[in-house]
């Protein structure tokens, strides 16, 4: 059975926005295992791998570019992916951050949000469609499917808050699954 990969390159200014999405992965409530992926720090090394498997890509732009954020959007590009952009809104940007996003907009168009609760929305809906689109390599029941399906639609219909003080999860992370036999092994964590 396929595990999603989920690939954030997003900068240390957007420490908020990496927890909220590395917790995303956890709310989709269908049982598949996962891989999120998350920019290394600095200039740690850049998971090609990762970006060229990645059902879902996102690359997050706040006030400043920082490295590696551009090289993982370049390299997406070279290898023919296209990921997400999401452009956080009402955000000062440095020179260098204006100039990103002036060179990603001739490219592909950005995806304004405003909050976490918006890129929240923004993103689960991305991962569940990317799941759905897959859904036979993903081993889903009908049941699952359809579970699946009315989430995604009350996502839309009914923004949640999200817990902007949550730590933790702002790092690369797999979700192994307690049901599927072929992703058993992780460790369940209560809370």
Excluded: C
């Amino acid at each position: 059975m396929k595990q999603v990969v989920f690939y954030v390159s997003a900068a240390a200014d957007l420490e908020v926005e990496r927890e909220i999405l590395g917790r995303a992965a956890s709310e989709v409530p269908v049982d598949v295992g996962w891989r999120v992926v998350q920019s290394p720090p600095g200039n740690g090394p850049v998971d090609l791998e990762a970006i060229a498997s990645a059902d879902v890509h996102v690359v997050l732009m706040g006030g400043d570019i920082r490295a590696p954020v551009g090289l993982e959007w370049q390299a997406a590009h070279q290898m023919g992916r296209h990921p997400v952009a999401l452009l956080k809104d009402r955000t000062m940007r440095t020179p260098a951050g204006q100039d990103f996003v002036k060179l990603v907009q001739q490219v592909q168009p950005w995806e304004r949000f405003l909050d976490g609760a918006d890129l929240r929305r923004r993103v689960l809906t991305r991962l569940a469609d990317a799941i759905l689109d897959d859904a036979a390599a993903y081993v889903l029941s009908p049941d699952e499917i359809a579970t699946l399906v009315t989430w995604r639609d009350q996502l839309a219909a009914s923004p949640q808050a999200v817990d902007d003080e949550i730590r933790g999860a702002g790092d690369s992370s797999v979700l192994l699954s307690l049901q599927r036999p072929d992703l058993r092994g992780g460790v369940a964590l209560k809370g």
